[in-house]
């Protein structure tokens, strides 16, 4: 069971109001570029980890290496 | 918050961020990097000729599983600078290319010695003789 880019940006989607992601990967490694307007004020290690929390345990696991750039938007 | 005192790895961990003021945890050492991502941080510091301590993490799945749990970052590299995660390796080239790595180590920021800009050598004219 191999997870898609666009099961990612979905799930990144669902989980943080406002953002808007672009993921490419090969299944197993992924690259999540994410802007939203939650990250605004918030550290670099702050906005990663809303990201990364999304995912969990499986960051690491079933995902095994997940590289994120995150870009705090304006309010919608 | 009930915490387990007696695990000697967490301990250990928590130790080694507090001595060290530029720590490293990485996959295997930075002469020898186990993994890309923890290569190119080890790599970054070591261009900025920044004196480092590396913590290899895979002799013992446990320093990872323990890492994460105290850090609450769950991947492999991550840079401690004065005690505080900095970051994994986006983190760490993101900030590298825009001179807040530098500015957080305490590192003059590159007083960069701009040599001036090599001056266009403008094409010799080419002028066409109709003469």
Same mark, same amino acid.
């Given at each position: 069971?191999?997870? %898609?880019?666009?099961?990612?940006?979905?799930?990144?989607?669902?989980?943080?109001?406002?953002?808007?992601?672009?993921? %490419?990967?090969?299944?197993?490694?992924?690259?999540?570029?994410?802007?939203?307007?939650?990250?605004?004020?918030?550290?670099?290690?702050?906005?990663?980890?809303?990201?990364?929390?999304?995912?969990?345990?499986?960051?690491?696991?079933?995902?095994?290496?997940?590289?994120?750039?995150?870009?705090?938007?304006?309010?919608? | 918050?009930?915490?387990?005192?007696?695990?000697?790895?967490?301990?250990?961990?928590?130790?080694?961020?507090?001595?060290?003021?530029?720590?490293?945890?990485?996959?295997?050492?930075?002469?020898?990097?186990?993994?890309?991502?923890?290569?190119?941080?080890?790599?970054?510091?070591?261009?900025?000729?920044?004196?480092?301590?590396?913590?290899?993490?895979?002799?013992?799945?446990?320093?990872?599983?323990?890492?994460?749990?105290?850090?609450?970052?769950?991947?492999?590299?991550?840079?401690?600078?004065?005690?505080?995660?900095?970051?994994?390796?986006?983190?760490?080239?993101?900030?590298?290319?825009?001179?807040?790595?530098?500015?957080?180590?305490?590192?003059?920021?590159?007083?960069?010695?701009?040599?001036?800009?090599?001056?266009?050598?403008?094409?010799?004219?080419?002028?066409?003789?109709?003469?």
């Amino acid at each position: 069971m191999s997870t %898609t880019p666009q099961e990612l940006k979905d799930r990144i989607e669902a989980s943080i109001p406002g953002a808007s992601a672009e993921v %490419t990967g090969d299944g197993r490694h992924f690259a999540a570029i994410v802007s939203a307007p939650a990250f605004r004020g918030m550290s670099r290690i702050a906005q990663h980890r809303l990201v990364y929390d999304v995912f969990g345990g499986e960051v690491g696991n079933t995902i095994h290496a997940l590289s994120i750039q995150t870009k705090p938007s304006e309010e919608p | 918050m009930t915490e387990e005192s007696s695990n000697p790895i967490s301990e250990a961990i928590k130790s080694a961020i507090a001595e060290n003021p530029v720590l490293l945890f990485m996959k295997g050492t930075p002469e020898h990097p186990g993994c890309g991502f923890s290569a190119r941080v080890s790599a970054i510091l070591e261009s900025l000729d920044q004196p480092f301590a590396a913590v290899d993490v895979l002799p013992d799945p446990r320093i990872r599983q323990e890492l994460s749990a105290l850090s609450n970052w769950p991947t492999i590299p991550q840079l401690f600078v004065d005690g505080e995660l900095v970051g994994g390796c986006d983190i760490v080239s993101e900030m590298y290319q825009s001179g807040e790595l530098q500015q957080a180590l305490g590192l003059e920021a590159a007083e960069s010695e701009t040599p001036e800009p090599e001056p266009v050598q403008s094409a010799p004219l080419s002028i066409e003789n109709r003469l």
